[in-house]
Nanobody, 126 residues
Framework: VQLVESGGGLVQPGGSLTLSCAASGFTSNYYLIGWFRQARGKEREGLSYISISDGTTGYADSVSGRFAISRDNAKNTVYLQMNDLKPEDTAVYYC????????????????????WGQGTQVTVSS
């Protein structure tokens, strides 16, 4: 599976951005997509996940209520809508993929994914 993120950029505090993760190489709908971010000097952090097959979602406490993950199966694309952005949201954002349908807290861990995109930079600054 190949993943390509897009939609990053510079946004003012309180603003919104929508990131896209375009996937290719799916052989079925039994995949899980996760969004992660890595700020400079910090470890990669799991933010959210979605099941391609049934749309089940999960959110980390740090973004719950501000970020929303969704999918468009016809376009093989997963989105991350980010609202009320804060300077501490500044990071490179990555999407990742693994085969399967089982969801849970383990999907916030980087070592549970097989394929990664190249990342897109999000900078929140006035």
């Amino acid at each position: 599976v190949q993943l390509v993120e897009s939609g990053g950029g510079l946004v003012q505090p309180g603003g919104s951005l929508t990131l896209s993760c375009a996937a290719s190489g799916f052989t079925s709908n039994y995949y899980l997509i996760g969004w992660f971010r890595q700020a400079r000097g910090k470890e990669r952090e799991g933010l959210s996940y979605i099941s391609i097959s049934d749309g089940t979602t999960g959110y980390a406490d740090s973004v719950s209520g501000r970020f929303a993950i969704s999918r468009d199966n016809a376009k093989n694309t997963v989105y991350l809508q980010m609202n009320d952005l804060k300077p501490e949201d500044t990071a490179v954002y990555y999407c990742a993929c693994r085969r399967g349908v089982v969801t849970g807290q383990f999907l916030f861990l980087t070592n549970n994914y097989n394929d990664w995109g190249q990342g897109t930079q999000v900078t929140v600054s006035s």
